[in-house]
């Protein structure tokens, strides 16, 4: 009796211990959409995603449907001096189809020419009002150096500027934007921080809006999309969009 009462305790603790591992395990695998259901619910910023053709052909309509008040989009258009991207088309027309504010981005290659850059964005961007100002997405440093990258990346943002007549907004990683372009664009243009560890990590920067995770899972696409918090009211949002009196065909 006493060793069939011994047997049934290892194997309880053996269940309770692989159980806890198993809890563990799903926790870490979901603990960003599970906090991030959360705080869809109740945060006090406004919640938008951003694509590219690595999320492949979208259901819209589901998109639409997914429990995350999706309110933005931010669209990759072109890529370096000649990279367009292949689903920007798509993607660009079905966002303004079903209702979303959408933004187009460009990748830039910091090993490129600057000013063939933003041709290529702006030969295969139009912006129409209502559509977020132009977007510079750096994440790369150059071969030629930081002061190099530096000067390319204000090329591309003046030329913007003079085109469109409102600032563009920079995006780029937290640490890439601390040790490469931090005191160079900051105070001029607003940001776009990526940075996937809490609001803490980038008090101290004076962002729009903050790409907080890699991993949200959303109807309509597959696979996991980049999730994003813009600072602000409804109205503030408004302001980062063109103005009708400053669209350029």
Not at 7 to 23: D, T
Not at 118 to 138: A, C, M, Q, R, Y
Not at 227 to 238: A, E, H, R, T, V
């Amino acid at each position: 009796m006493k060793t069939r009462k011994k047997f049934l305790m290892k194997n309880l603790f053996i269940g309770l211990f692989i159980g806890g591992i198993l809890a563990l395990f799903i926790n870490f695998m979901f603990a960003d959409d599970n906090r991030e259901s959360y705080l869809f619910g109740h945060s006090k910023y406004i919640f938008g995603i951003d694509i590219s053709h690595y999320q492949g052909k979208i259901n819209w309509s589901k998109l639409q449907k997914s429990h995350h008040p999706i309110k933005y989009i931010f669209i990759r258009s072109t890529m370096g001096d000649d990279g367009v991207d292949s689903r920007f088309k798509t993607n660009w027309k079905n966002a303004k189809k079903y209702g979303y504010i959408r933004g187009a981005y460009h990748y830039y290659r910091p090993n490129e020419n600057s000013t063939k850059q933003f041709t290529n964005f702006s030969n295969n961007t139009v912006l129409k009002e209502g559509d977020f100002i132009p977007i510079l997405d750096v994440e790369e440093p150059s071969k030629f150096g930081k002061k190099n990258l530096q000067a390319g990346v204000l090329n591309w943002l003046k030329l913007a500027e003079k085109k469109y007549g409102v600032k563009p907004m920079i995006y780029s990683g937290r640490t890439f934007y601390e040790n490469q372009l931090k005191g160079v664009i900051d105070k001029s243009y607003p940001i776009w921080i990526a940075s996937y560890s809490g609001k803490r990590k980038v008090k101290h920067i004076n962002w729009k809006f903050h790409q907080f995770t890699e991993r949200v899972k959303v109807k309509g696409i597959r696979g996991r999309v980049d999730g994003n918090d813009f600072q602000g009211s409804f109205s503030d949002l408004g302001k980062m969009c063109i103005d009708p009196d400053t669209v350029i065909q």
